[in-house]
DNA sequence: GCCGTTTTCGGCCCGACTGTTTTCAGTCG
């Protein structure tokens, strides 16, 4: 099975991390950590590069060795650097690294001294009481260590989904603002940057009384521990397990400081690279030439003193948005209020809770022009999926309805499965009678990726597809996506002028953002849909939108933000 | 190890908090 790109990355992370405890020279330790971040961004399966014969370098912080290293992985699925590496330092370090608060410092000196190796060997000399006789460790680093060791090997780390993360985080942006003296409250991080998982909620405040709004943060009610509290900064677990840290800075510094902790850190290592470049320094309070303070109440500001235009959170990944913003190549990013309609929603005929009739109204309620319902065919059948007969009588309660609603157009359509041999689950001519033809891939998810892409292809080929529904069907931390050649499947869509669908629901927000981009940039279009199975689902629009501006998508790009004229156009084929 | 409208060497982002130390190293984001 050809190897993914994030495990060449995760190969490569791990380099580093030996690297680092070997006490490598640091910048050599983050070439290594630069690789692996732009290698999780790219589209590309780098298996199919190297098959081609294609250049690495081209990928930013790839260079002739790392390039000749990638090859090496991707041909014998192991690297030599690193077996000798393991021997040399450890295999199990690099997991000792990764325990809160212990550093490359830290692992090499308790490996030296205590010949600490592993996970297990930690835990244990820490409860023996062997770490705070060692140098430099005392008995509070002991203790904090015993408990971020044991936690560490009790539950493997889980990312929180964005939207499991969204209550949390407006209710303490809501209780920061009720503060004194605090002029503005953002959620900044990975959260801002509509990430589709989150690590931890980083928060920013702006007032001149930065104690007063710190002893509010850490008495906020859900707060469990608190992990540190400055006179600028505090960290605070929560009942959930989620980390919080807040940050104040003065009202003139907001922008800059706003700038600072969304990040990514990519991205604001390359802002200051080009601040460096004339003679600047920018850092959370502003940006700065020698003493004088030329900014930072807005982020504008921060960009601006860099010749960039404003770059929108989402974008901030460092994939090409500098460069973009310096030639003023931004795209124009879709928005909430461009969707015009949601093209996958399913009822009560189904698995959906809510009525057809509900569904319908709640989309109008939503200022829709039009809305697609797509129940499922048999052979989805835990989804209660419709036979032939039975659609088309589920066909004429769509039909009578829609001589009763006029404020929103009611769209015949259907969940048609992708059978295993690429055929579809409903008879042609049913199929030539539907507005959207949704098409979905909900079993034999394990193929190869051979049969699984054939499969889809196939499926495509079909006159009457129009959409390919939650292409690889992963279920953000639940389920994998599926073998895949999604860069072909990208390529026959364009080819066929059939659309991808970006599924909106939180735990699949399939595609992701990488493919959306690459979607996009393959000249497809994309349609954002909810798969809404109640009239409350219809809001996860707004997870699916996040996800798009990720992958740059525009208007433009997007299927439903369209007229249905205009839409049914497009959908059409031949 | 990467990179180049200051190019093939000499740079490589910047600051807060903690704990252990007596002025700062280590870690984190």
Known sequence: MPIHNTEIADILDEVADLLDIEGENAFRVRAYRNAARTIRGVARPLHAMVATGEDLRAIPGVGEHIAAKIVEIVNTGRLAALTQLEKQVGSGLADVLRVAGMGPK????????????????????????????????????????????????????????WADAEPTARAIAEYLRATPDVAAVEIAGSFRRCKETVGDLDVLAASERAAAVGRRFVAYEDVDEILSQGPTRASVRLRSGMQVDMRVVPPRSFGSALHYLTGSKAHNIAVRKLGVERGLKINEYGVFRGRNRLGG???????????????????????????????????????????????????????????LEAMVRAAAERGYEYVAISDHTQNARVAGGLDARAMRRHLKRIERLRSRVDSITVLASAEVDILKDGSLDLPDELLRELDVVVCAVHDRLDLPAEKQTARILRAMDHPSFHILAHATGRLINERSPSELDLEHVIRHAVERGVALELNAQPARLDLS??????????????????????????????????????????????????????????LRRN
């Open 106 to 161: 830290r692992v090499k000196t308790l490996h030296g001294k205590l010949g600490v190796s592993s996970l297990a060997d930690l835990e244990k000399a820490a409860a023996e009481g062997k770490l705070h006789h060692v140098p430099g460790f005392g008995v509070k680093t002991e203790a904090k260590v015993l408990a971020s060791v044991r936690e560490r090997m009790s539950r493997e780390e889980q990312r929180t989904r």
């Open 297 to 355: 109440r807005t982020e504008s500001e921060v960009y601006a003193s860099v010749g960039l235009h404003f770059v929108e959170p989402e974008l901030r990944e460092d994939r090409g948005e500098i460069e973009a913003a310096r030639t003023g190549r931004l795209p124009n990013l879709v928005t909430l209020s461009s969707i015009r309609g949601d093209l996958h929603v399913h009822t009560d005929a189904t698995d959906g809770h809510d009525t």
């Open 513 to 570: 953002d990488v493919h959306c981009r690459a979607a996009r940039d393959a000249g497809a279009r994309i349609a954002i849909s909810t798969d809404a199975h109640g009239v409350g689902q219809l809001d996860y629009m707004r997870y699916g939108v996040g996800q798009a501006r990720r992958g740059w998508l525009e208007p433009k790009d997007v299927l439903n933000c369209r007229p249905w004229k205009e839409a049914h156009k497009l």
